[in-house]
Nanobody, 121 residues
Framework: MCSCRRSGGGLVRAGGSLRLSCVAS????????MGWYRQAPGKQRELVAS???????NYADFVKGRFIISRDNAKSTIYLQMNSLNSEDTATYYC???????????????WGKGTLVTVSS
């Protein structure tokens, strides 16, 4: 069993910064890729950034140069530093982790509860 617990989020003015964190808790064999997705009202959920266990990162074009994803494997935690926020970044942000519960099991994706980020202009 595994769960993703997120923290951070809230209200920030345009141009400001926020930091999100997410920890994968429970008993598992390994964690592969972890990442952040977001969903704005009326829109589909989209990838924001992801990071592998080896530290390879992937960013959506709309956050490149503004957001930084990082990971602490010892703590099973990822962070998303969001800078230069604008109103288009307003969305509910979801943590995702691809986890293998045991040596013989398949990878499964786990989602954290969303956290709302609101950017005021």
């Amino acid at each position: 069993m595994c769960s993703c617990r997120r923290s951070g989020g809230g209200l920030v003015r345009a141009g400001g910064s926020l930091r999100l964190s997410c920890v994968a808790s429970g008993t598992f064999f390994s964690i592969n890729t972890m990442g952040w997705y977001r969903q704005a009202p009326g829109k589909q959920r989209e990838l924001v950034a992801s990071i592998t266990s080896g530290g390879r990162t992937n960013y959506a074009d709309f956050v490149k140069g503004r957001f930084i994803i990082s990971r602490d494997n010892a703590k099973s935690t990822i962070y998303l530093q969001m800078n230069s926020l604008n109103s288009e970044d307003t969305a509910t942000y979801y943590c995702n982790a691809v986890i293998r519960l045991s040596y013989s099991s398949s990878d499964m994706a786990y989602w954290g509860k969303g956290t709302l980020v609101t950017v005021s202009s």
